[in-house]
T-cell receptor
Framework: GAVVSQHPSWVICKSGTSVKIECRSL??????MFWYRQFPKQSLMLMAT?????????EQGVEKDKFLINHASLTLSTLTVTSAHPEDSSFYIC??????????????FGAGSRLTVL | QKEVEQDPGPLSVPEGAIVSLNCTYS??????FMWYRQYSRKGPELLMY????GNKEDGRFTAQVDKSSKYISLFIRDSQPSDSATYLC??????????FGTGTRLLVSP
């Protein structure tokens, strides 16, 4: 099946700094990637849909200036948390459509990135 | 009412037990149903994928979909401590966004 690599797996930063998380599709091209956020013991919350070569589509309530998404190539999408604050501390997970399943939007996920803002 | 309802658990069972995990949903247009397993501090991994109604078996795992009742299940036979994880159901109409349940935390004790 499709494999998505996410880096870093965890990061600690000071309040006010920016953090970049990378999401790569291995051995396949992903024109669309999805970024999720997950709070402890809660389900996945879709933040935005990342489209290669165009602007990301953000879900309602997600600040696009706070969470910058860039999808510059068919295998790489990045999420930058700008001017991070402690309330941005969370588990961020990227995903891409699993090309094994041509009939539906079945997603394969990265391992996630745990962000802690001090 | 949420589109997808799932009991958060935790569900605690002894090793070797048969586990039943369930989700109900409200959108009758959902056609594609998935179960993801998520270990602590890891991303979800696809466990089972089913299209429309029926059963699907893969090793110790069986997925069931009953569209008439808007109810899906995941059965785990001979549960192992390594099955301890959070199980998320997910579904959609096709190429639309996946809708996830809240996840059920499963604990299998040796």
């Amino acid at each position: 099946g499709a494999v998505v690599s996410q880096h870093p797996s965890w990061v600690i930063c000071k309040s006010g700094t920016s953090v970049k998380i990378e999401c790569r599709s291995l051995d396949f091209q992903a024109t669309t990637m999805f970024w999720y956020r997950q709070f402890p013991k809660q389900s996945l919350m879709l933040m935005a849909t990342s489209n290669e070569g165009s602007k990301a589509t953000y879900e309602q309530g997600v600040e696009k200036d706070k969470f910058l998404i860039n999808h510059a190539s068919l295998t790489l999408s990045t999420l930058t948390v700008t001017s991070a604050h402690p309330e941005d501390s969370s588990f961020y997970i990227c995903s891409a459509k699993d090309v094994t399943y041509s009939g539906a939007n079945v997603l394969t996920f990265g391992a996630g990135s745990r962000l802690t803002v001090l | 009412q949420k589109e997808v309802e799932q009991d958060p658990g935790p569900l605690s069972v002894p090793e070797g037990a048969i586990v039943s995990l369930n989700c109900t949903y409200s959108n009758s247009a959902f056609q594609y149903f998935m179960w993801y397993r998520q270990y602590s501090r890891k991303g979800p991994e696809l466990l089972m994928y089913t299209y429309s109604s029926g059963n699907k078996e893969d090793g110790r795992f069986t997925a069931q979909v009953d569209k008439s009742s808007k109810y899906i299940s995941l059965f785990i036979r001979d549960s192992q401590p390594s099955d301890s994880a959070t199980y998320l159901c997910a579904m959609n109409t096709g190429f639309q966004k996946l809708v996830f349940g809240t996840g059920t935390r499963l604990l299998v004790s040796p």
